[in-house]
């Protein structure tokens, strides 16, 4: 299948800074992007569906001003937690889809830890 | 919008032998995907068979197959010959039309020496 690159896996930041997490497409063109956010053994939960190009698309009750997603190329979506707080504290996993395409890939994960 | 219900939290199989996983969903669309990905300790998600609506035909690949039910909505996951790395957790995901996919809580499934 289609490799999606995720990084970093992990990383721990100081409550109040900011954290960047990429997500990209290694060997195809991701026309969308999508970023969940998983509690410990729990499924998956959407946080926003990004289209290269165009603004994200974020569900109900995630705070776009906090979780700022970028997909400026198709191969490239980032995910930045601004003024991260300990509660921010989670499992982000990115997926991507190709335009024609039926599944969607994921990435590895970020394991994101905020002190 | 869209639900998919995995009802079994967990479940377990001896080695070698056969388990069966279970989920439906709900919509009102009758042009969908359904895919079963399996998400093993290390986290990475891991496709592991999809279905097309469409096609009455259940999938096979390898030692996973497919029970789907269209009209009970119903997608089930048959792991034969179950192997020690087939122990993970297992999520029943909807694609919708508008190209929106929706999980499942999940399965944790054991595979007994």
């Known amino acids: 299948g289609a490799v999606v690159s995720q990084h970093p896996s992990r990383v721990i930041c100081k409550s109040g800074t900011s954290v960047k997490i990429e997500c990209r497409s290694l060997?195809?063109?991701?026309?969308?992007m999508f970023w969940y956010r998983q509690f410990p053994k729990k499924s998956l939960m959407l946080m926003a569906t990004?289209?290269?190009?165009?603004?994200?698309?974020?569900e109900q009750g995630v705070e776009k001003d906090k979780f700022l997603i970028n997909h400026a190329s198709l191969t490239l979506s980032t995910l930045t937690v601004t003024s991260a707080h300990p509660e921010d504290s989670s499992f982000y996993i990115c997926?991507?889809?190709?335009?024609?395409?039926?599944?969607?890939?994921f990435g590895q994960g970020t394991r994101l830890t905020v002190v | 919008a869209q639900t998919v219900t995995q009802s079994q939290p967990e479940m377990s199989v001896q080695e070698a032998e056969t388990v069966t996983l279970s989920c439906t969903y709900d919509?009102?669309?009758?042009?969908?995907?359904l895919f079963w990905y399996k998400q093993p300790p290390s986290r990475q998600m891991i496709l592991v068979i999809r279905?097309?609506?469409?096609?009455?035909q259940n999938a096979t690949e390898n030692r996973f197959s497919v029970n789907f039910q269209k009209a009970a909505k119903s997608f089930s996951l048959k792991i034969s010959d179950s192997q020690l790395g087939d122990a993970a957790m297992y999520f029943c995901?909807?694609?919708?039309?508008?190209?929106?996919?929706?999980f499942g809580t999940g399965t944790s499934l054991t595979v007994i020496p």
């Open positions: 997926s991507a889809r190709a335009l024609q395409g039926v599944e969607a890939f």
């Open positions: 060997d195809f063109q991701a026309t969308t």
């Open positions: 990004s289209n290269e190009g165009s603004k994200a698309t974020y």
């Open positions: 919509t009102s669309e009758s042009d969908y995907y």
């Open positions: 279905q097309e609506a469409y096609k009455q």
């Open positions: 995901a909807y694609r919708s039309a508008t190209n929106q996919f929706y």
